[in-house]
């Protein structure tokens, strides 16, 4: 039921302060000051052994999964690859005895996804689920994982089982970075900042009668580039999907900058360039991109940080979610993207619940 919602989208893009905290509930552990994730059916030592891993997914997973190849990285110093699993099944991947595999997928049926996590059991791999739906297919065959707990996505773009893979992300890199690297008062940092998370995302989306506003403005645009740098990327790219889902407009993601590698050459007046420009350690990177584009007369559209008033001098449009570390402004980024595509799609007229030639479900190779 959509309630007093226009779309289900929508709806689910609201629900997101509830599924953040249903992804987080019981696997926070201030004793310990780690994340606990005892569906993975592994020991510390077992965790402690792992190498390399590989994390996989298609569309929406996929950039989930690039997300947790930074957070990984950078929290628990272990090389991560992401792979996209219709390229996994078939690439004859060399791997070590000490990789762990995971498999993310919102609905759990995917067949590439299934088919991947089928390949990489097959070469003897702890392969591990990260699924919302309960019991489903890749829930059932997996070697153990983590439940997003997201509630039914009814919306074929997904927007909330991307954000709880998010916080997943984060939860699983707090773990094998406490078991590595983190010491005890780092850990309950981490822990800390995740409590506020709900909240935070409730904070993001007051933004949305701002976003609509935005959304309005641009929505006759032919085209859309998205750009955002390390965690950023991914969700540029997400950015982009969202919006060639739902509006069939254009949209193309890139780290900014790759812009001066060739895709500056798209810059013109109706183009806009959305730059998710958080106040961080590139964000004066991220501001000469900007820079760029306008000297181009390029429409820029910036997402920057609460209390930050650089970006005006640079931007056409800045939307300013809360100040945050690292390892949740992605989370947050995600929001005013989604809305956007939400809200261009509106204005279009278009059905965004289910938008033409998608499924919920892509259950055939
Ligand atoms: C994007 C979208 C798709 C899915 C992809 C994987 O909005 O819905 O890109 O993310 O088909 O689906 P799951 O997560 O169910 O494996």
Known sequence: DKGTYPHY?????YEQPN??????????????????????????????SVERIILCGCGTAFHAAMVGEYLIESLAHIPVECEFASELRYRNLPTDRDTLVFVISQSGETADTLAALRESQRKGHRTLGICNSVG????????????MHAGPEIGVAATKSFTSQLTIMTLLATLLGRIRYLSYAEGLEILANLERLPALVSQ??????QVAAIAKKYAKAPNFLFMGRQANYPIALEGALKLKEISYIAASGYPSAELKHGVIALVNEVTPSVFIAPRDAVFEKNVSNIEEVKAR???????????????????DEVIRIPQSPDYITPILASI???LLAYHIAAELGCDVDKPRNLAKSVTVE
Do not use: C, F, W
Not at 9 to 13: A, F, P, S, T, Y
Not at 204 to 209: I, S
């Open 9 to 13: 989208m929508l709806k689910e893009i």
């Open 297 to 315: 007369k390029g429409p820029v559209i910036a997402i920057g940080t609460e209390g930050n008033d650089h970006l005006d001098k640079v931007a």
């Open 136 to 147: 489903s297919t890749i829930a059932r065959e997996s070697d153990g994982g983590v439940y």
């Open 19 to 48: 599924s953040v905290r249903d992804a987080m509930r019981g696997r926070l552990s201030p004793e310990e000051a780690t994340a606990k994730l005892g569906g993975l059916n592994m020991t510390n030592a077992d965790l402690r």
């Open 204 to 209: 993001t989306l007051e933004l949305d009668a």
């Open 336 to 338: 005013p993207l989604q």
